[in-house]
């Protein structure tokens, strides 16, 4: 075992983000940390490496064992170029190899008594750097570089020309080259285009080490991970498995959780209304049966409600009015920077209906292009011709759109002045955004935070053509998974920019691929674009990350014959109870019979006439023990059906 987190607890004013949070790693593992933003995710990454400090709790790693950490958005600062920068991690071998080169030139000069010293010194040291990769280190700097996207003309750039993603990109790299024992990642694959994050996967999947990922890239975690640890509600659950075995698994557990916690609900009603009628028969022994009964009841141990599946953002996207088949025609478009050509003579057709994903490397001009298409920016040649009735939503992944001198309220009121506040407001709350956040400023807002109030103009936006660029940037995995259901709905024209292959998986019904300033079109989501481009990853086979995707008539066959075995067990529990709840309803007229007749004796022997006839007392006396014994007994029978119509639960 290489960690041990045991009983991790933190607050922050008073809020509680971590409690009693344990798991271990073991020498080998590759493991996820996931959970909806705000969860405390980085927190507990930044408790393990020691960067706070926790309430309470223990953090244990194995003697001796070694620790990277790359946090989100880590940059290098260092006054070097990016090769100089990774080879600093290799430090020891190169005065190594100076040590190794200075004894050669000793060798040659020294005198034939000290050659046999100097032989076994060189021996030794040579053996080390072998075994140390020293032949191999040159071009393992060279592998990770270009892995991570650096091309080799780049290798001499100085740290400080590079933008915040490539500075990142750099300290990924330095922390790989120096192979700790345990690799702690922090949303690693952010800055990193497909082919990057396909590199890292396969790096990471033959790491001779651990490694804990904090990451929203589903798929990544897919191709890596063989366990995920859930944060959720402060608290912590280890599933086996990849992220789809997990979701699954997370589903199955909280449905069981929900009906556990229903099943005690109704128990607990219940229990609730038998004590109150058996105090309303006014009894002495039902009485005591009540109160015997709230004893048990306020031991119970009550089970929490389990997180709703979608508790998250409310999206709905409706176009407002129906575009012509032809969306848009795209006919020699071509753009170039200085020093930096993009795409030349790219053409295309959209009809309506398609959802097409636009995939390539970073800087091959994929957000250009869909600025161009929106008119924020002119092509240098080419033409763009929108359909009839065309109407576009655009989503930046700037949120350039996004005014951030204004109020979220102002944002959405000004944008669309026909609203009303409550129309606002509840617009804003289906976007997580309630009561006095509807007044922060947009410019105090996290990327997550503007990628909603994004989504919330774009959905009250109505359009038939929607050109998202990166929609899923910032968001956590439920409010990507809500994204996607939303686009699945959608009946409109869709074209947007992504690297999450997961996303492009469940939303692309056509991939066009920007690479060597052109396009190859693809129609299929990202599993068949890997089929047809294998030197990109490994061809997936017939069953795809989501689980099998077709059922044989064998198996639906078979499922049929349990169905009707339910629908007869149900219906004959229908059946049973509807009997017991007949018995019940004339067990309790037959008890409020008996209680009106022992009321109605009760008043008899009072009067005179009974008072003096010690016969007719004892009639009356005779006939209320008889009904007195009935009422006890029909009260324990009321007792019994009760439980008994309980036990068959809701059948309706």
């Not at 997550?448 to 919330?456: D, F, H, K, M, N």
């Amino acid at each position: 075992m290489i960690l041990s987190v045991s009983n991790i607890s933190k607050s922050f004013l008073e809020k509680n983000i971590l409690r009693n949070v344990s798991f271990h790693l073991e020498d080998y593992d590759k493991a996820a940390l996931v959970g909806i933003n705000g969860v405390g995710k980085t927190t507990l990454l930044k408790i393990i490496v020691g960067q706070l400090s926790a309430d309470e709790g223990i953090i244990t790693f194995s003697k001796g064992a070694s620790v990277g950490y790359l946090a989100q958005n880590s940059e290098i600062t260092e006054d070097t170029t990016i090769y100089d920068c990774l080879l600093q991690v290799k430090e020891s071998l190169l005065l190594l190899e100076k040590e190794i080169r200075a004894t050669e030139k000793k060798m040659k000069d020294c005198r034939e008594e000290e050659l046999a010293t100097l032989m076994n010194q060189y021996a030794s040291m040579t053996e080390q750097f072998e075994r140390q990769g020293g032949y191999q280190y040159q071009s393992e700097l060279i592998g990770v570089l270009k892995g991570l996207g650096f091309a080799e003309d780049e290798f001499q750039c100085p740290i400080a020309h590079l933008s915040g993603g490539q500075k990142t990109r750099v300290a990924l790299g330095k922390l790989l080259l120096s192979k700790p024992d345990l690799i702690i990642l922090d949303e690693p694959t952010n800055h990193l285009d497909m082919n990057s994050i396909s590199w890292l996967e396969n790096y990471l999947l033959n790491y001779k080490g651990a490694v804990l990922i904090v990451s929203h890239d589903r798929y990544f975690l897919d191709k890596i991970t063989s366990k995920i640890i859930e944060l959720d509600q402060t608290k912590c659950t280890v599933f086996s498995g990849n992220y789809s075995d997990y979701s699954i698994k997370k589903e199955y557990l909280r449905s069981a959780l929900l009906h556990a916690y229903l099943k005690q609900q109704q128990e607990i009603k219940h229990q609730e209304e038998v004590i109150e009628k058996l105090k309303s028969f006014n009894r002495e022994k039902s009485v005591k049966r009540a109160e015997s009964r709230e004893k048990a009841l306020s031991k119970i141990d009550r089970l929490e409600k389990p997180t709703e599946k979608v508790s998250e953002m409310k999206l709905t996207l409706k176009p407002q009015i129906t575009s012509g088949n032809d969306v848009l025609s795209v006919q020699g478009l071509s753009k170039s920077f200085p020093g930096h050509p993009l795409f030349h003579d790219l053409s295309f057709d959209i009809k309506r209906g398609e959802h097409i994903a636009i995939i390539g490397d970073n800087g091959t001009g994929k957000t250009t292009l869909l600025k161009i298409i929106n008119q924020l920016i002119e092509a240098d040649a080419g033409t763009l011709k929108l359909g009839t009735n065309v109407t576009i939503g655009y989503y930046d992944q700037e949120h350039n759109v996004l005014h951030k001198d204004k109020s979220l309220f102002q944002e959405i009121s000004d944008e669309y002045p026909y609203l009303t506040n409550t129309q606002i407001r509840n617009t804003l709350a289906a976007f997580l955004f309630t009561g006095d956040d509807v007044f922060k400023l947009i410019s105090s807002l996290s990327g997550g935070e503007r990628g909603r109030v994004s989504l919330a103009k774009l959905m009250l936006s109505e359009s038939n053509f929607l050109i998202l660029d990166e929609p899923t940037n910032h968001l956590d995995i439920m409010s990507r998974e809500i994204l996607e259901s939303a686009l699945n709905n959608y009946e409109g024209t869709i074209l947007y920019v992504s690297h999450d292959r997961y996303f492009i998986n469940r939303t692309a019904t056509r991939i066009l691929e920007l690479e060597g300033n052109t396009f190859t079109n693809y129609i299929g989501n990202y599993d068949y674009y890997l089929e047809k481009k294998p030197e990109i990853g490994i061809p997936i086979q017939n069953t795809s990350f989501f689980g099998h995707t077709s059922n044989t008539s064998s198996e639906t066959a078979v499922s049929a014959s349990p169905k009707k075995a339910d629908y007869k067990q149900r219906k004959e529990e229908q059946a049973a109870r509807r009997k017991k709840e007949k018995e019940l309803n004339r067990t309790e007229e037959r008890i409020q019979s008996i209680e009106d007749r022992i009321e109605e004796i009760d008043n008899l022997m009072t009067l005179p006439e009974y008072c003096s006839n010690s016969v007719k007392l004892q009639e009356l006396q005779t006939e209320k023990d008889s009904l007195e014994q009935e009422l006890m007994e029909k009260m324990e029978n009321w007792e019994l059906l009760s439980e008994e119509i309980n036990s068959y639960g809701n059948t309706d």
